[in-house]
């Protein structure tokens, strides 16, 4: 059975959730006391698990402003606090097919809510009397004589009523009759069929933390007793599943009489465990797991003082040194224990709801990445997941169809604030700013992840640059020369010093980043840091003083002087008395100067009647008039040969 959607009423926060979806992993995301927990615990209490029981009570659970008007709020039955709804399998509506005869259950989705003071779940779903009523005649090989004298009936219940009143039974209508009486009415088979596979809920609100070592003999005993449940023994419990986990349980351990032997499962036991929770835990791939059995220190606090301990020890590779399991992170311990917890509960006969209230808190935001995978990959095949957070690292932004927005909504009325009580919704486009922002937090990371950058990524300093380079190549192409392979993705950095932390920001996505920069004087040690640096990879940063041969250079000093007035005078509509020529550009500066340089210094001459010069205008009049580059002479060539010299650098680093 598939949980499909839910209905909260009635219950803390929620007066009415109105109707929500489900889907095999839904998060919840809401701010503190939106109502996140009580909807969970909602759910917890429609049909709870052995291990984590939860029941509806009226005084606590009740919405407490409305509590004295329960009796006239719901005068007839007890008030509803969840109701749900469930997608039965075709296997599913086999056996009740099998029970109750094909096609008596009409629709594969059933409802299943549950009330105050209520002993079980109750059961909606869409029979067909007339078919239930025809296939227990023909079950039963009744003929038309002793149909007739049944009479019409309309459900099984007014069957069972008629059946009652006959005072003379053929011998089939009494077989009839005793399989009615031992089984119910056909509403009450289905109901009590499909409670039968109706999945447990597991409600966490608090995780366990293993125990870094455990008292053998104790710890046996406490097996044996069935007292390790027991609040005050929750670590000693989850070092034994820890050890199940690792495929050696406590008998296994002690019942070896030869050190060898002993030694060697010991040893596969901690390579399994290692193997299984670095798989998780993507944050020290240097950290190994080392379980050791050794007789007990008088020194050792009880009760690790006598008898057999086992000890669980991290190993760190980089550091060489190994640490007691206690003495790890938070976050260490937390998503240890919470494997080893939840790698059990995917052994369950039967599927459970797994209802998880704020998982992950003391993990770093990977880390929080890599519990979203260990949901995906090891419980959900299990198990349906419905989890709740305010951390934008564990809302699945490449899945918002499965995030659920969580608000305490209020009603203004003049100057009152009434309340509306807790909603839930598949909309994600909340009103309220609160209680969104980790899904934007979300958003906004795997927006700067991807969308700016490809798989190639070549950073240039801004936009303008892009321009010249996609002018370049073009012009290049359009003679049959090669220009820039199509497989970098350009990006502009905005300056040398932006383009490391640029790096750092993507460096998650396993990219090929490449830089082109401008070089000017103060940029030479910022440029030889970084090239010595571990940021890029070796010959991937070049400026274009690099492709020049000079102390200094911009993107605009591959064009040939000559080529760069003639951009100029296009992009400005500079003509007659303005017009720039080659020599005009050098006039006002050193004939070395970089011909930003020279423009800058030649616009400030220029009457106020001409705009400002800057580096984005003349790209921009480039790209929209390309046939600047397919002259023929000499500096246009020269133009073209040096682009096709930087090009032929960044594509041979694609090989």
């Known amino acids: 059975m598939l949980l499909v959607g839910a209905h909260v009423t009635n219950f803390r926060s929620v007066d009415d959730s109105e109707e929500f979806d489900l889907a095999p992993v839904t998060c919840l995301v809401g701010k503190n006391e939106a109502g996140k927990s009580a909807v969970l615990l909602a759910l917890a209490a429609l049909n709870p698990h052995a291990s984590t029981p939860a029941r509806l009570d009226k005084e606590r659970d009740y919405p407490r402003r409305l509590l004295t008007q329960y009796a006239e709020r719901h005068t007839d039955e007890d008030a509803v606090a969840i109701s749900t709804t469930w997608q039965l399998s075709a296997g599913e509506l086999a056996r009740v097919a099998a029970q109750v005869g094909k096609g008596v259950v009409t629709d594969e989705k059933v409802r299943i809510f549950r009330r105050y003071g209520s002993k079980q779940p109750e059961v909606e779903a869409d029979i067909d009397y007339s078919t239930a009523i025809k296939w227990l005649y023909g079950s039963f090989q009744l003929d038309e004589a002793e149909v007739s004298v049944i009479g019409p009936v309309g459900t099984t219940s007014q069957l069972i009523e008629k059946l009652n009143a006959l005072t003379s039974l053929s011998e089939r209508q009494q077989l009839l009759k005793a399989h009615l009486a031992k089984h119910g009415s056909v509403k009450t088979q289905v109901d009590n069929l499909i409670r039968s596979m109706l999945p447990k809920f597991m409600y966490f609100s608090s995780y366990d933390r293993m125990d870094g070592a455990i008292q053998l003999e104790q710890t046996r005993k406490l097996i044996a007793n069935e007292t390790i449940d027991q609040e005050q023994h929750k670590g000693k419990k989850l070092f034994a599943e820890f050890l199940s986990y690792a495929g050696v349980s406590i008998e296994d351990i002690t ?90 509960v995917k052994d369950e006969d039967t599927p459970v709801v797994l209802l998880l209230d704020e998982p992950g808190l003391t993990l770093h935001g990977k880390a929080q990445a890599d519990l979203l995978r260990f949901f995906d990959e090891k419980l959900a095949p299990h198990h349906q997941i419905v989890f709740s957070t305010h951390s934008p690292f564990m809302v699945p932004a490449d899945d918002l169809a499965s995030v659920r927005i969580v608000e305490d909504q209020i009603e203004m009325k003049g100057p009152r604030r009434l309340p509306l009580g807790t909603k839930v919704r598949s909309d994600v486009l909340s009103r309220d700013p609160d209680t969104i922002f980790p899904l934007q937090g979300a958003l906004g990371y795997e927006i700067s992840q991807s969308l700016f950058v490809g798989k190639h990524t070549l950073l240039v300093e801004g936009p303008g640059d892009i321009l010249y380079i996609q002018a370049l ?51 030479k040690r910022k440029i030889d840091d970084m090239k010595r640096s571990a940021v890029l990879r070796a010959g991937h940063l070049y400026t274009m003083a690099d492709f020049l041969e000079r102390p200094e250079a911009d993107i605009e000093d591959m064009f040939e002087p000559e080529v760069f007035a003639s951009i100029l005078n296009g992009a400005y509509g500079l003509e007659d008395a303005n017009k720039i020529t080659k020599d005009r550009l050098a006039s006002t500066t050193p004939p070395t100067a970089r011909l930003v340089k020279q423009a800058d210094a030649l616009f400030a001459l220029m009457p106020a009647t001409v705009a400002e010069f800057d580096h984005y205008t003349p790209a921009s009049w480039l790209i929209r008039n390309p046939k600047l580059l397919d002259g023929k002479g000499q500096p246009v060539t020269a133009t073209l040969d040096r682009a096709q010299k930087v090009f032929d650098v960044y594509n041979n680093l694609l090989t």
């Not at 944050?283 to 009760?303: C, I, K, W, Y």
Request: proline share 4%.
């Open 255 to 344: 019942n070896e009489t030869t050190y060898e032997t002993f030694n060697a499962r010991l040893q596969a036991a901690s390579n399994n465990i290692t193997d299984q929770i670095l798989e998780y835990w993507t944050q020290n791939p240097d950290l190994s797991v080392n379980v050791r059995v050794e007789q007990a220190r008088s020194g050792d606090p009880e009760p690790l003082n006598a008898g057999t301990i086992a000890w669980a020890r991290i190993n760190n590779a980089l550091h060489r040194v190994d640490t007691p399991f206690s003495e790890r992170s938070a976050g260490f311990v937390w998503f240890f224990s919470f494997l080893v917890k939840f790698a059990q």
């Open 473 to 523: 190549s073009d012009a290049l192409k359009r003679r049959g020369r090669v220009g820039l392979d199509q497989k970098w993705t350009m990006c502009p950095a905005g300056g040398i010093d932006k383009i490391r932390p640029f790096i750092s920001l993507f460096s998650g996505n396993e990219l090929q980043v490449a830089v082109l920069s401008d070089e000017a004087n103060g940029d």
